[in-house]
């Protein structure tokens, strides 16, 4: 069994059933991981098992901060020993930091170093460009949606808003190295 397949039977176990919308987004976050593969060289296939894995920590079985990279990465560091590489990816994705800061988890999230920013930006990109239902998406409408789900109070509008330009320019970073392998530029 490769890595991928073992990384989407997890999240598959652990989301399918139990949040099937949150399923389909990892579905179509992972269908992204793998058109970077000409860009990403041999990083691709860690960049795919980031996508299956980085939202597991919605599992309602693995909640424990409430916030679900922490719990996410937590979760496979600890129980099922995956690679530190994919952990960091998993913790940092999408502005993580932001959210960490709002919630009073920053220095819980420091047990986790920053991945390197072309791993980060390619899984910034991914779940950027992968809507709700796993379809593809801009990233401005996807900004869109998180914050049409939560009011401005909630933490999770908070983080997005303050986020949003760190999370527009590590998309458009992506999309200009796409364009350079491909001549377009898709999601921005």
Known sequence: ???????????EGLLAEALPRRW?????????A???N???????????????????????SLVRTGFHPLDGARYLRDEVGVDEVVCQLVAHHTAAAVEAEERGLAPELEEFARPAPRLLNA???????????G???????????ILT??????VVHRSITRS??????????VSRSLAGWSGEVRGV
Do not use: F, K, N
């Open 34 to 36: 793998r058109t970077l």
């Open 24 to 32: 389909a987004h990892v579905q179509g976050v992972a269908r992204c």
């Open 149 to 154: 789900r939560y009011p401005p109070e909630h």
């Open 123 to 133: 899984l910034i990109y991914c779940d950027l460009t992968a809507g709700v239902d």
């Open 38 to 60: 000409s860009m990403l060289g041999e990083d691709a296939e860690l960049i795919e098992i980031a996508a299956w894995l980085h939202d597991v920590g919605y599992s309602p």
């Open 1 to 11: 069994m490769s890595r991928t397949t073992w990384a989407r039977g997890v999240a």
């Open 135 to 145: 379809s593809t998406v801009d990233v401005d409408e996807r900004l869109a949606e």
């Open 164 to 173: 949003a330009p760190i999370l527009r320019d590590a998309a458009r970073t």
